[in-house]
């Protein structure tokens, strides 16, 4: 069945780094856009980034531009967010999705939790 499976996530200090993975499996990963999307308490889901399903090109919101990078590993069905510079306002649960990243998405994952805090 169709699943993805994020993990990476945590609590970390303003200014710290973490690094979340999205683990696909049920369906032709290597065909799909993947898009990083989060949403805080009480705010709406926003995307994050999106890659291509190549991985050749690559889109950002003005948020986190500069400071998170999203890549792919088609061989191993497998999306990351290295997100640097963090920020409080960075914190939300963030979510992996497959489809149009300007669309409806696909398919989702269940979300991980990250908290910027000291």
């Known amino acids: 069945q169709v699943q993805l499976v994020e993990s990476g996530g945590g609590l970390v200090p303003p200014g710290g780094s973490l690094r979340l993975s999205c683990a696909a499996s049920?369906?032709?990963?290597?065909?799909?856009?993947q898009g990083w999307f989060r949403q805080a308490p009480g705010k709406e889901r926003e995307l994050v980034s999106c890659?291509?399903?190549?991985?050749?090109?690559?889109n950002y919101a003005v948020s986190v531009k500069g400071r998170f990078t999203v890549s792919r590993d088609n061989t191993n069905n497998t999306a990351y967010l290295q997100m640097n510079s963090l920020k409080p306002e960075d914190t939300a649960v963030y979510f992996c999705?497959?489809?149009?990243?300007?669309?409806?998405?696909?398919?989702w994952g269940q979300g991980t939790q990250v908290t910027v805090s000291s």
């Open positions: 999705a497959v489809g149009p990243c300007w669309g409806t998405p696909d398919y």
């Open positions: 049920g369906f032709p990963f290597e065909r799909y856009s």
């Open positions: 890659i291509t399903s190549s991985g050749r090109s690559t």
